[in-house]
């Protein structure tokens, strides 16, 4: 599995820009990096996900580096509700069909006033 | 639009004590269906995956077992509870397709004593 590596936490000012790394080094040519996140005591919840360009929704941006082993997670206008752990993952095929989304233990990100 | 729904949303067992958590899925046919343990402080970690009726693929050896009597339910159970099993456990569906996004449910959260 291409494993993903992310600082455990992060300190954003609210109103400003949110910039979460992540490193996925190991990742293959057509493997999807996705992100989550999850609030305290929630399920997670999807935000975006990407292959090659960059992506951007009502959400968030993604910037996927042109080498692929790295990407970036952009919150334009962090607020105190995007505070939460956020997981970058490589999506991985499963051994009977689907596919497994291997969470690791992600990005505290903590939106302060 | 689809739901999904997972119960309850706590639950207290002691050890050695039986165990059914319950998900079910709504607005959506064949979906693929995932149950997830999340301990405290950590990542979440993928239990058991179904791409079918019957069909039930498990990641890692442990005290717990899955079912899928229905197209959308899936159960989770344990014969006789482990303090280990301690956790939040989250069921998920995947619609497949070229955005494969995972939806969460709300969690259980599991406490064996």
């Known amino acids: 599995d291409a494993k993903t590596t992310q600082p455990p936490s992060m300190d954003c000012a609210e109103g400003r820009a949110a910039n979460l790394p992540c490193n996925h080094s190991?990742?293959?040519?057509?493997?999807?990096v996705y992100w989550y996140r999850q609030i305290h005591s929630q399920g997670p919840q999807y935000i975006i996900h990407g292959l090659k360009n960059n992506e951007t929704n009502e959400m968030a941006s993604l910037i996927i580096t042109e080498d692929r082993k790295s990407s970036t997670l952009i919150l334009p206008h962090a607020t105190l509700r995007d505070t939460a752990v956020y997981y970058c993952i490589v999506r991985v095929g499963l051994r009977r069909g689907g596919n497994k989304l291997t969470f690791g233990t992600g990005t505290q990100l903590k939106v302060e006033l | 639009s689809q739901t999904i729904h997972q119960w309850p949303a706590t639950l207290v067992q002691p050890v050695g004590s039986p165990l059914s958590l319950e998900c079910t899925v709504e607005?959506?046919?064949?979906?693929?269906l995932y149950w997830y343990r999340q301990a405290a402080g950590r990542g979440l970690q993928l239990l058991f995956y179904s791409v079918g009726i019957g069909q039930i693929s498990s990641e890692v050896p442990q005290n717990l077992s899955a079912s899928r009597p229905q197209d959308r339910q899936f159960i989770l159970s344990s014969k006789k509870l482990l303090l280990s099993d301690s956790g939040f456990y989250l069921c998920a569906w995947r619609r497949t397709g070229s955005s494969e996004k995972l939806f969460f449910g709300s969690g259980t959260q599991l406490s064996v004593l």
């Open positions: 607005g959506t046919s064949n979906p693929n």
């Open positions: 190991t990742i293959s040519g057509n493997e999807y």
